[in-house]
């Protein structure tokens, strides 16, 4: 037989869970209202307010740019802006290639920009402009950048072939360069006269002027003691002194491992 089980005995646990039950929800409410005041008082505290903007990466322009155009404002609202649409109009500046927006901490935002690289002045009717290495020219005053001058060139798709010899060269050896001159013509497209730092003339060709002037610094150290002259690498590499090219009016080249 089932034992019976009086309702009076049954009352103090059902209290006991209502009790919980009550409790639970009590603290539940609670929460969220704390947790909505701190919020609210988040918010209306300097925590919410952007406290330092950080540029990293900037050279073709100053900082003070970049946070200009981001629409970014100091003491402005932690998160009254949208990431991904500051970082689009950050992109489509001149001479930028990618763009990174992030909140550091709790009210810092840095700002990262990759600009294109800067490959060599460009010479345009007595004006200087900044050729970049996707083929674009930046109008700039504000960077100096050690980089060789480009001169008489006027046509894109030779100046694309010059920018991609020039990005595969050696760091070094680019570092040297003065002045690249274009003398191509409609017979001979690629010829370049290039001048370098340490006083010599260098001849070559587009197509093979990287991996030429890979051996530039050991033909040089080979010259050590010589006089100064033109190191033609169009088809070989040949030497020939100024003063035989130009000085004296003889006409002549030395084939650089016979002057040794």
């Known amino acids: 037989m089932d034992k019976v089980i009086d309702i009076q005995d049954r009352i ?6 209502r009790r919980r039950k009550t409790n639970k929800k009590f603290i539940f409410i609670l929460a969220v209202f704390c947790i909505a005041l701190l919020f609210l008082l988040y918010f209306q505290s300097p925590l919410s307010k952007i406290g330092t903007i950080h540029v990293k990466g900037s050279v073709l322009q100053d900082d003070q740019f970049y946070i200009q155009k981001s629409g970014i404002e100091t003491d402005g609202s932690f998160w009254g802006f949208k990431v991904h649409d500051v970082q689009q109009a950050l992109t489509r500046l001149e001479g930028v290639q990618q763009a990174k927006v992030s909140r550091k901490w709790f009210h810092d935002v840095e700002i990262s920009i990759t600009e294109w690289k800067t490959v060599a002045y460009l010479e345009e009717k007595g004006q200087y402009n900044i050729l970049l290495e996707n083929g674009e020219t930046f109008h ?18 030779v100046a694309e072939k010059i920018i991609k010899q020039l990005l ?22 690629d010829s370049l006269v290039i001048y370098m730092d340490d006083g010599y003339e260098v001849h070559a060709k587009i197509p093979s002027l990287a991996e030429k002037m890979e051996y530039y610094p050991e033909i040089t150290a080979q010259l050590s003691g010589y ?17 035989e090219a130009y000085g004296t009016g003889k006409e002549g080249e030395v084939d650089e491992e016979e002057s040794e």
């Open 12 to 17: 103090p646990s059902m209290r006991e869970k």
């Open 227 to 243: 006089e100064k002259g033109i190191i033609d690498m169009e088809v070989g590499t040949f030497f020939t002194p100024f003063s």
């Open 168 to 189: 595969k060269m050696d760091k070094n050896v680019f570092q040297l360069i003065s002045e690249i001159i274009y003398t191509g013509d409609e017979v001979d497209t």
């Open 140 to 157: 700039g005053e504000t960077i100096k950048p050690d980089v060789p001058i480009l001169s008489n060139l006027d046509d894109v798709k």
